[in-house]
C-alpha cells in the first residue's frame, strides 16, 4: 500500500529535476511512510524526458508518464492523478515555487481528517507587480463569475484525500480546471498559508496567454 502520491508536471524542467527529487526524498522520508513519486513528462524538449527515465533507474519510487506531445499542464496532471496509487495525493509544480517541506503540514491537516487541504499563497517571493496583478485579476474574476467559490490566492498545489481523487477521476470534462472540480466536489477542506519561492531555475511555462485560457475553460467549465 502506497499512503502518499506525489504528482509534479514536468515540461522543459530539466535544471529543477534534481531539487525536487532531493527535496521531496527528503520530505517523505522523514514520514516514515510509503510513498511515490509520478513525474509526468508534458512533451519536453529540453532534455527532462531523459532526465525523467534515468531518475525513475535509480529509484524505484519515481514512475515516470511520459507524453508524446505537451498536452498541457491541467491534462499532465489529470494523468497524474489516474496513475496515483496513494492514500493522500499531492499536487505540486516542479520549478520549487511550491516548496516541498510544505507536504508536512498538508499532510498534517489530512491526519486530522480533512480531505482536501489547499496551500494558500500569503507571501510570493521573486514575482514581478504584472504577474501579481494578473494572478489577483484571475482569481478575484473566477470567485465572483462562477457558482463554486475557489479559495481565493490558490493554484493546484493541494492534497486531496483517496476519496476525492476517485470522484475527480470519475469527472472526464474535456476542458479540465482541477482547482475548480477540487472546490465543486465538497468534502471537509481547510486552507494552510505558505510562502511562495522564487523559481528554483528556467522560466514560468504559465504566461498571461495561458492564464487567459484558464481563465476561459474555469468560467466556461463552472
Known sequence: MITYSI????????????ELHRRVCEVLDS????WELILIDDGSTDGSTDAIR????KDKKVRPVIF????????AVSAGLDYARG????II????????????????KWEEGYEVVYAVRAEREGESWFKLFTA?????LIYRITDVKIPLDTGDFRLLDRKVVDVM???????RFLRGMAAWVGFKQIGVEYKRAARHAGVTKYPFKKMLKLALNAITGF
Open 54 to 57: 534515468e531518475l525513475a533507474k
Open 93 to 108: 509544480d516542479a520549478d520549487l515555487q511550491d516548496p516541498p517541506e510544505v507536504i508536512l503540514d498538508l499532510a498534517k
Open 7 to 18: 504528482i509534479a508536471p514536468i515540461y522543459n524542467e530539466i535544471d529543477n529535476l534534481p
Open 31 to 34: 514520514t516514515r511512510e510509503p
Open 87 to 90: 492514500d493522500a495525493v499531492v
Open 68 to 75: 508524446a506531445r505537451n498536452f498541457g499542464h491541467q491534462i
Open 169 to 175: 477521476n470519475s469527472m472526464r470534462e474535456k476542458h
Open 136 to 140: 489577483s485579476l484571475f482569481y478575484r
